[in-house]
């Protein structure tokens, strides 16, 4: 076991005891693996009070949403999104996108997230993968210290609502964005318009989060000055 992961499954541990983590091959970019929590060797849904504890101080990075899976398909499809480019991935989580983003040819990737664990889980996520990625738990610090970022990547960042306002922020500090997201269906914020969709399912399956399969990519220019 990776100093990475053995960190990574103490912190679970602090919030499911007997959680694993398990190697886990994306469907639908199979050539990306993640630490992902192992819900097998539960044999069992998760309890309600699992459910609750996951609900309070959610661990977000040991799932792969399905946002994420769909940005990194498109970005295999779509190469040219990301090669010889700056990228961010704002709210990384597992670092799927970022991942995506380094194997498709970036020049710099930056995995942002203000969880200290999921920069962790980007950290061993990017070992398992063989990628060189950057981390920052402060997107307004981070950007403060470097050039415009060509490109922005955020994955289903808009389950707190109090992000939306963010959006706008980040369209003033990098030259586009690619944003997908499963669960505001009609966003409505100036300069994001939607251009692409798929389906996927969160990793591993969330009974409750069936209904977010439905992801949809929106692209906004950014408004930095070059
Ligand atoms: C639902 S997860 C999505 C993770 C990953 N992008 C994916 O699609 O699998 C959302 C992530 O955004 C992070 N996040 C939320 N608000 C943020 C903010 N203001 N700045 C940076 N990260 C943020 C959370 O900590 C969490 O890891």
Redesign the pocket.
């Known amino acids: 076991m990776t100093e990475y992961l053995s960190d990574l499954t103490q912190r679970l541990h602090y919030s499911l005891p007997t959680a694993q983590l398990i190697e886990s091959k994306m469907p639908l970019t199979p050539w990306l693996k993640l630490w992902l929590l192992n819900d097998s060797n539960m044999d069992r849904p998760f309890s309600p009070e699992e459910v609750r504890v996951i609900w309070e101080a959610p661990p977000?990075?040991c799932f792969?949403?399905a946002?994420?899976q769909i940005?990194a398909k498109y970005i295999e499809e779509h190469p040219e999104t990301v090669r010889d480019k700056v990228v961010v991935d704002?709210?990384?989580?597992?670092g799927?996108?970022a991942i995506a983003a380094a194997k498709f040819g970036a020049k710099r990737v930056i995995a942002?997230?203000?969880?200290e664990d999921?920069i962790m889980s980007c950290k061993a996520n990017a070992e398992l993968n063989n990628v060189g990625i950057e981390f920052s738990d402060d997107?307004f610090e981070l950007i403060q210290k470097m050039d415009t970022p060509d490109i922005i990547l955020a994955?289903?960042?808009l389950?707190?609502r109090d992000?939306i306002p963010?959006l706008t922020e980040l369209r003033k500090n990098c030259q586009s964005i690619l944003m997908a997201d499963s669960r505001v269906k009609n966003l409505d914020v100036d300069g994001y318009q939607a251009f692409s969709e798929g389906h996927a399912e969160t990793l591993p399956p969330l009974e409750r989060f069936d209904e977010f399969k439905h992801v949809i990519i929106y692209a906004a220019q950014g408004t930095a000055k070059e």
Request: with cysteine.
């Open positions: 977000y990075w792969c949403w946002s994420g940005m704002f709210g990384a989580g597992s799927i996108a942002c997230d203000i969880d999921a997107f994955a289903d960042v389950y707190d992000n963010l």
